[in-house]
């Protein structure tokens, strides 16, 4: 059974730093290219982060300079630390595995308000 499971959403103010967690089971994490996604209220869902099984990284622009993406192949996790949180980040975050399959955590709510 496969699960991403993500930690570390909250409510931060403005300017702020939060870091997220995705801890992966039940697939071989190593050869998954590992994603965050945010979906915003009205809004669709978004690509913010990913990085590959090479350790490629790739940001949308909204967000770069700001969030770091990394991953532990030992641990089976990938991170996400946000740094200079704006209120235009709050949403709820997701992890993604992508490769032969296509796997989705449940989400984590980010706040950014003051």
């Known amino acids: 059974q496969v699960q991403l499971v993500e930690s570390g959403g909250g409510l931060v103010q403005p300017g702020g730093s939060l870091r997220l967690s995705c801890a992966a089971s039940?697939?071989?994490?190593?050869?998954?290219?590992m994603g965050w996604y945010r979906q915003a209220p009205g809004k669709q869902r978004e690509l913010v982060a990913q990085?590959?099984?090479?350790?490629?990284?790739n940001y949308a622009d909204s967000v770069k300079g700001r969030f770091a993406i990394s991953r532990d192949n030992a641990k089976n996790t990938v991170y996400l630390q946000m740094n200079s949180l704006k209120p235009e980040d709050t949403a709820v975050y997701y992890c993604n595995a992508v490769a032969i399959n296509t796997y989705w955590g449940q989400g984590t709510q980010v706040t950014v308000s003051s």
């Open positions: 990085v590959t099984r090479g350790g490629t990284t």
């Open positions: 039940g697939i071989r994490f190593s050869v998954y290219t």
